[in-house]
């Protein structure tokens, strides 16, 4: 399991970040967290363009050279803090904490926890200013397919392909089935977010329980159908 996201945030002029750790020389791991932790606060509330090596050290409470020498660039430092947004949304895919329950209950689970996550407020912010600064610099839009939605899908179609082992499901593709599965799941409530509209909890639920439903009409075993 990751420890992305583990430290105890504090407020500051009216906003989150991770706190600083005490003077001294801390263990490079924990130095390492606090920095990815900043970093991603940085770019998801105020994009890649706004977000400056100088401010994620400021925050952070290391100098700029400790961040250039753990991450190597601006770029790295930020698929550094993407990955370690979504290791959060990837822990609900991992095998040691795989949820219990029917293949039925399980998958709704995930369901849920995906449209929890892809609907935060600050997830929608963040893709706004990704996808406009991926206009001027399209390795920008590469590098956050590359360590979050890319990754999400290799750890959820490990998950599907356990399930295959256990008998649950039945896929010959696994990485197909997780992009249809989390599709349905977002369904048109995706690009509603996307323009400001209000998506009803309800609606949301109905949807998941839609995709589960058809998921399992096509991949499921038995009495799993």
């Given amino acids: ?36 932790e900043t970093a991603a606060y940085l770019f998801f509330h105020n994009g890649y363009a706004a977000t400056a090596i100088e401010q994620v050290a400021a925050d952070a409470g290391v100098s700029k050279v400790t961040i250039y020498n753990q991450f190597g660039d601006k770029r790295a430092l930020f698929a550094a803090a993407v990955t370690c947004e979504c290791e ?24 849920e926890a995906i449209h929890a996550f892809l609907f935060r407020p600050e997830m929608i912010q963040f893709e706004r ?51 249809q599965f989390v599709s349905m799941c977002k369904g048109m409530g995706d690009l509603e977010r996307r323009f400001g509209a209000v998506i009803a909890p309800e609606d949301s639920r109905q949807r998941i329980r839609g995709a589960v439903e058809v998921f399992l009409a096509a991949y499921g075993t038995g009495s799993h159908r």
């Fill in 129 to 179: 200013r990704i996808a406009a600064e991926t206009e001027h610099d399209p390795a920008i839009g590469e590098a956050f397919l590359e360590a979050g939605p890319r990754r999400m899908k290799q750890g959820f179609a490990q998950w599907l392909a356990h399930a295959v082992e256990a008998g649950d499901l039945a896929i010959n593709d696994p990485l197909l089935a997780a992009e």
């Fill in 88 to 111: 959060k949304m990837r822990g609900h895919f991992s095998l040691e904490t795989m949820p219990q329950g029917t293949i039925r209950e399980r998958l709704t689970m995930i369901g």
């Fill in 1 to 36: 399991m990751s420890t992305c996201g583990s430290s105890a945030p504090e407020k500051k002029a009216g906003r989150k970040i991770p706190v600083r750790r005490k003077a001294g020389r801390p263990l490079d791991a924990a130095k390492h967290q606090t920095i990815v």
